[in-house]
């Protein structure tokens, strides 16, 4: 009788192991079949990430061709710049020496041709200058900077006329004499003498000419260089002595 409990056990227990087997191996084939699931879409998933990847790449590498590209363009843009910018530096200079040129021919034909007329027609006033000078430069006290610049400068014992020749006269061109006849003040050469102000002018608005007028200087026209008249004052008004 115990023997064959014993053997209805043994039997039992080979039932349940064969079952926990195949439950082992069904358990097993559901996890290969996860793993593969698993590994399956993992891999679908590097596939796609670097199909992303690789698009990305190119797009930056296109990206990168495109800046090289732009940034040749622009050197090449700033190297032509630079070549305009030394052409037109060089004509620069050249302009700025026929401009030295024609400024010192200007003053020689107000130092030859021009002054002497002006300088007759005051004569003709009373004035009787005995000191004429073209282009005259004045220093500041510390001898380190200019004080006044006058393109002609007439003097006697008692009187001094500052002569400013001008193309086209402007009201501007009168307040700033303004302020350079009053430099002239103090300077000591001119102690104990009056200082009067005069343009030269070819042309001229009538405004222009009657705001310098009322302002006290002397005005004289030039037609040409060879006729030269000293403007009336209008009236009510008279040379101003700075």
């Given at each position: 009788m115990s023997e064959a409990l014993n053997a209805?056990?043994?039997?039992?227990?080979?039932?349940?192991?064969?079952?926990?087997?195949?439950?082992?191996?069904?358990?097993?084939?559901?996890l290969r079949e996860s793993i593969a699931k698993q590994g399956k879409e993992l891999r679908e998933s590097i596939a796609e990430q670097g199909k992303e990847l690789r698009a990305s790449i190119a797009e930056q590498g296109k990206r990168i061709d495109k800046l090289v590209e732009e940034f040749?363009?622009?050197?090449?843009?700033?190297?032509?710049?630079?070549?305009?910018?030394?052409?037109?530096?060089h004509k620069l200079d050249e302009n700025n020496h026929r401009v030295g040129d024609l400024t010192n021919?200007?003053?020689?034909?107000?130092?030859?041709?021009?002054?002497?007329?002006?300088?007759?027609?005051?004569?003709?006033k009373g004035f009787k200058?005995?000191?004429?000078?073209?282009?005259?430069?004045?220093?500041?006290?510390?001898?380190n900077g200019k004080l006044a610049e006058l393109d002609a400068l007439l003097e006697n014992g008692k009187f001094v006329i500052a002569v400013e020749t001008k193309t086209e006269l402007t009201i501007k061109d009168v307040n700033t004499y303004i302020k350079r006849l009053q430099?002239?003040?103090?300077?000591?050469?001119?102690?104990?003498k009056k200082i009067y102000g005069a343009f030269s002018t070819a042309i001229a608005e009538?405004?222009?000419?009657?705001?310098?007028?009322?302002?006290?200087?002397?005005?004289?026209?030039q037609p040409d260089v060879m006729a030269i008249r000293i403007l009336d004052f209008p009236k009510g008004h008279s040379a101003k002595a700075w």
């Open positions: 209805e056990a043994v039997l039992a227990s080979i039932v349940e192991l064969r079952e926990s087997i195949a439950e082992s191996r069904k358990d097993t084939a559901e040749a363009e622009t050197r090449a843009e700033l190297k032509e710049n630079n070549r305009k910018l030394d052409e037109n530096n021919k200007l003053g020689n034909l107000v130092e030859k041709i021009v002054l002497p007329g002006i300088v007759d027609k005051f004569n003709e200058f005995d000191t004429v000078s073209a282009n005259v430069e004045f220093l500041n006290e510390k001898k430099a002239l003040r103090k300077i000591s050469r001119f102690k104990g009538p405004k222009s000419i009657n705001y310098a007028l009322e302002k006290g200087f002397y005005v004289l026209q």
